[in-house]
């Protein structure tokens, strides 16, 4: 068993990105922690609507999920407190492998979790960064086949209502279309791409 740890700047940034593969890491028996960052409230929704909407996502991954509540919009201004959160939660579950934001990205606080985890997931061997809409030119070139998981992944967002009634990003319809793009670029039915920050393979 691994324990995996998925970082999200909000609330449904998880479900749109890696869901899948958090997913399938659950199905082989990994234990798997989903660690939001920022309380959600520059989107729709207030902060109890969107901390249970993630709740009820996690359950049906079948994941832990825990709540950093820094301000959505300006985490870049709170860059040391998320460096300390994301390497106490690394080292409180003793993480092996771990998901997060990729640089090249439109949004802020994507960029700021993405750069704060450089230095935080320092000790991690498998660290991959995933899609986001507000991804700018990503290229991945590791693909995990989500063929079995793409219902949960589904599944998993739809529990962000506030999101999917209210916000195009969030859109169940898009998500399908991705994977079976993804699916395409890896030679399989459904997928999530990824850019690797460092991979180490065992061999």
Not at 80 to 101: G, N, P, W
Not at 117 to 137: E, F, N
Not at 150 to 159: F, G, H, N, P, V
């Amino acid at each position: 068993m691994a324990n995996i740890l998925g970082i999200g700047a909000h609330p449904d940034d998880l479900e749109l990105g890696c869901a899948g593969t958090l997913a399938a890491h659950v199905a082989a028996g990994d234990h798997v922690v989903m660690l939001i960052i920022t309380d959600g409230t520059a989107g729709p929704g207030d902060v109890g609507q969107r901390d249970d909407e993630a709740r009820q996502a996690a359950a049906v991954i079948g994941a832990e999920v825990e709540f950093a509540h820094l301000p959505d919009g300006s985490v870049s201004n709170h860059e040391l407190a998320l460096v300390h959160v994301i390497e106490a939660t690394c080292k409180r579950h003793a993480i092996d492998m771990a998901y997060t934001h990729g640089q090249k990205d439109s949004h802020q606080d994507h960029r700021a979790v993405a750069m704060a985890s450089m230095g935080a997931l320092r000790g991690v061997q498998r660290v991959l960064c995933y899609d986001s809409p507000s991804s700018i030119g990503f290229t991945p070139s590791v693909f995990v086949d989500i063929t079995t998981t793409l219902d949960k992944k589904e599944s998993a967002l739809a529990q962000h209502l506030s999101q999917v009634d209210h916000s195009a990003m969030a859109s169940l319809n898009l998500v399908r279309t991705q994977a079976g793009y993804r699916g395409f670029q890896a030679r399989c039915e459904a997928a999530e791409g990824f850019e690797p920050l460092r991979l180490v393979l065992a061999v």
